[in-house]
């Protein structure tokens, strides 16, 4: 059984900074495609950031792009979400995710899920 488990989340100032990680066990995870969602309350889930196996293709949001870095670590099979400069709109819960089909933006192209990880950013 193919697991998610993200942590990292918090409370911060806006402006500043907080590192997620997602820690994957269970199943053979070769060639999987990896991203991060986020959902506000009463909003839906939206695309953050994806990286593929090899971690050389990774694809942001436009509304953190140039702020949020996304990476990962094969070896220890865990993948990591920097997030900067962070904004009272980013607040919202943290989904990791993880694919065996394709490395996309909808989360429709996802197959695992982690049970998600809460960011508060105070103004």
């Known amino acids: 059984q193919v697991q998610l488990v993200e942590s990292g989340g918090g409370l911060v100032q806006a402006g500043g900074s907080l590192r997620l990680s997602c820690a994957r066990s269970g199943g053979t995870f070769s060639n999987v495609a990896m991203g991060w969602f986020r959902q506000a309350p009463g909003k839906e889930r939206e695309f953050v950031a994806a990286?593929?196996?090899?971690?050389?293709?990774?694809y942001y949001g436009d509304s953190v792009k140039g702020r949020f870095t996304i990476s990962r670590d094969n070896d220890r099979k865990t993948m990591y979400l920097q997030m900067n400069s962070l904004k009272p709109e980013d607040t919202a819960v943290y989904y990791c995710?993880?694919?065996?089909?394709?490395?996309?933006?909808?989360?429709?192209?996802?197959?695992?899920w982690g049970q998600g990880t809460q960011v508060t950013v105070s103004s």
């Open positions: 995710s993880a694919s065996r089909r394709r490395l996309g933006r909808d989360f429709s192209d996802y197959d695992y």
């Open positions: 990286i593929a196996w090899g971690g050389s293709i990774t």
